[in-house]
């Protein structure tokens, strides 16, 4: 069974903190997503990535950064955590033309 | 620039009759895809159906079928004989076939009624 996780459902983090989400897929995709989940404002997209090391940023990449030194592997980072940093978020994975498989997704929440 | 519209943010619908999510989107592509999600309250995102620009059929996936007028620029999701467990939110999405980005729409929440 084809698979994408997250390394938490649930997170609570402090204002300026680092944050590390993880995000793990294991059908060899190419592709990887991050999205972020708000009401009201669907996903909107992070960043993504096309290959190992290779990185190119969505809609909405301000006060994040992404590392993909691995194929299966996909990390979400958040250098300074602030406030309106609360929310889901979501990774995906996908072969080139492909749908998208997505991840359960991590609840944060920046005090 | 891309762009979905969903223009529904809720709606109620008794069970076993059919409900219609409604979806447009704005492209000057010529091929792209259309894909629907649905979200229950657990939060994973469970794949339902995709349309891809040039097929001639609209998709059908068991009580899931998805109405595509091209020249309307129109993609609705079509659920025939609601059930409880349809109850979630379900998002319209778009795919250019020149890159492997998504366009989420916002959503529309769907609550069936027994």
């Known amino acids: 069974d084809v698979k994408v996780t997250q390394s ?37 997209l992070i960043y993504f990535s096309y290959d190992v090391k290779m990185k190119e940023k969505g809609d909405i990449p301000e006060g994040y950064s992404v590392s993909r030194e691995k194929k299966e592997r996909f990390s979400l980072i958040l250098e300074s955590a602030s406030t309106n940093q609360t929310s889901m978020y979501l990774c995906a994975s996908s072969q080139p033309q492909v749908r998208q498989f997505f991840g359960p997704g991590t609840r944060l929440t920046v005090l | 620039a891309q762009k979905i519209t969903q223009t529904q943010p809720g709606m109620f619908v008794q069970e076993k009759e059919a409900v219609t999510l409604d979806c447009t989107y704005d492209t000057s592509d010529p091929s792209y895809g259309l894909f629907w999600y649905k979200q229950p309250s657990s939060g994973e995102m469970i794949f339902l159906i995709y349309q891809g620009s040039y097929d001639q059929q609209n998709a059908t996936e068991g009580r899931y079928s998805l109405n595509f007028q091209k020249a ?6 079509v659920i025939s ?21 998504i366009i989420f729409g916002k959503g529309t929440r769907l609550h069936i009624l027994p």
């Not at chain 1, 402090?14 to 009401?39: A, I, S």
């Open chain 2, 81 to 101: 004989a609601s059930q409880l467990g349809d109850s979630a939110m379900y998002f319209c999405a778009m795919r250019l076939n020149r890159d492997d980005k």
């Open chain 2, 72 to 77: 309307r620029k129109s993609a609705n999701l």
């Open chain 1, 8 to 44: 938490s459902r649930y997170l609570v983090k402090r204002t300026g903190e680092k944050v590390f989400l993880e995000c793990v897929q294991d059908m060899d995709h190419e592709n990887m997503f991050w999205y972020r989940q708000d009401p009201g404002l669907g996903l909107r």
